[in-house]
């Protein structure tokens, strides 16, 4: 049941966000983690996973329509990739607690900028290349470090940085999809040291991430308007946000008796528990104090 009712989500967040280009990872990693997998291991990296999944999928549908700007997302897609392992790195030393309330600031930076976003009119001039380029340099190596470590692909940073360069919401979510797919890839290799891999569920989830961003994008580059795309998303991400951010006000940590393991006592081969009584090692005799 609890498999059948991620399937669902994770397939309604993959519709949603494959029309925007972003992989949908805001939606995932929280789903996953109230599923009861955990953060860092299992939610982050299946998020970074499936992000890449759905965006590398919608750049279909985006391609044929020629809505890609291959040669004006390269630098940000080049820069991403190298960030991307880096921020995967460093999530394992962060407290999840500070990763939730991370999680939560840049969600809500998103929607307000969306929100925004929403009421002007389509742009009709672009930036010049070589502006695009130095501004996608820094923007890539950001959003590629701060979707690495958060489990993102950072496409909520670029997609509205490519709205204030010039581009159109299609041709901003049809060149995000291309960035985000690098730099959610590179961070997901990131995490494989320390990740584990739930097979069944890696199953299920994909399934359900290919069938959303197929029908994304083609409602995407077909029937959607660009405003009531924005709005929708907009709302989504506060709802994301909100509960992100009970969960971080709410978290509390384990007991220490249920994070520390068993030790045993390998002279007379019984289980003894590290927290009930300390243990003073000396070669191979244990001393308890």
């Given at each position: ?13 993959s ?56 040669k ?62 130095l501004?996608?340099?820094?923007v890539?190596?950001f ?36 960035v ?16 584990e ?93």
């Amino acid at each position: 049941m609890l498999y059948t009712i991620v399937f669902f989500i994770i397939a309604i967040a993959s519709f949603i966000f494959a029309m925007l280009g972003l992989g949908g990872g805001m939606v995932y990693v929280p789903v996953l983690n109230w599923a009861g997998f955990d953060m860092v291991k299992v939610a982050i990296p299946l998020g970074l996973l499936l992000n890449g999944l759905n965006t590398l999928l919608v750049l279909i549908p985006f391609a044929r329509k020629k809505l890609v700007d291959w040669k004006g997302g390269m630098v940000m897609a080049v820069t991403a990739l190298i960030a991307a392992p880096l921020g995967a790195m460093t999530s394992d030393q962060v407290p999840v607690q500070t990763l939730k309330i991370l999680f939560a600031i840049m969600v809500v930076a998103a929607a307000v900028r969306m929100i925004w976003s929403a009421k002007k009119a389509e742009p009709e001039n672009m930036m010049p290349f070589r502006k695009r380029s130095l501004i996608g340099f820094f923007v890539g190596a950001f959003a590629g470090f701060t979707g690495g470590m958060l489990g993102l692909g950072g496409g909520f940073i670029i997609a509205p940085i490519l709205m204030m360069m010039g581009y159109k919401t299609k041709e901003a979510a049809a060149t995000t999809a291309f960035v985000v797919t690098f730099s959610s890839f590179s961070g997901y290799l990131g995490h494989m040291a320390s990740g584990e891999m739930n097979w069944l569920l890696t199953g299920i989830v994909v399934i359900a991430v290919i069938i959303g961003s197929q029908l994304g994008g083609r409602y995407m580059t077909q029937k959607a308007k660009s405003k009531q795309v924005k709005i929708i998303y907009a709302i989504v991400l506060l709802l994301i946000a909100a509960r992100m951010t009970y969960g971080a006000l709410t978290y509390e940590p384990k007991p220490a008796e249920q994070q520390q393991p068993q030790k045993e006592n390998t002279s007379l081969n019984v289980p003894i528990q590290t927290n009930d009584i300390n243990l003073i090692e000396t070669g191979s005799l244990y001393f308890l104090s």
